[in-house]
């Protein structure tokens, strides 16, 4: 009797404020195990000529983020890297900014920011060496709420009720409920 290993999988929860109303994840396989071989590098962008992994939005560069399997000396444990392969778009991995071919070791649970797009990257870790899946989810709320992460603080509603800032902040005439929260 043979037993399986199991593989070590990037549970990866998505959150765009319009993907309720765009078809911003059907190019990818959504709520489905994806098997990937540890050597090869994963890319997500909307190229599907270079990336593995493909979002259906123009404001997404060509290739705009890449993971990379790898092990350290001595482990079993397959552990990834994240690099932001966008020549123009910045990629921020827990608050930390990456430029262009910038790379961080991913924790087992990270926050990734680019453009108005939010993952939240969860490591589950398995014990083949050759290869891994992923799993692509929506989230219905951004994760930095629900974790609590790099939330700004934004001045109180005056009693117009209408969004006005100053100083480096959107100016908008969009009318906000009184108990309406002000996140972007």
Known sequence: MTTEETLTCLHIYL???EQASQPLYNLLPMNRLHKMSAEDSVRLGRDGQTCAFVLNDARVSRK????QAYRKSG???LRFTIQNI???GKVAVNGCELGHLERVDLEDKALLRFGR???LILREPGESQD???VLFEKQNIPPSREMGMDVTFRSAVMDTGMRNYQNGGPVSQ???EFDETMFE
Do not use: M, N, T, V
């Open 75 to 77: 482990s079993a444990d």
């Open 64 to 67: 705009q983020i890449s993971f």
């Open 174 to 176: 969009e009318p906000l």
């Open 117 to 119: 797009y939010e993952l």
């Open 15 to 17: 959150y765009h404020p």
């Open 131 to 133: 290869s891994f899946e």
């Open 86 to 88: 966008s020549q123009k």
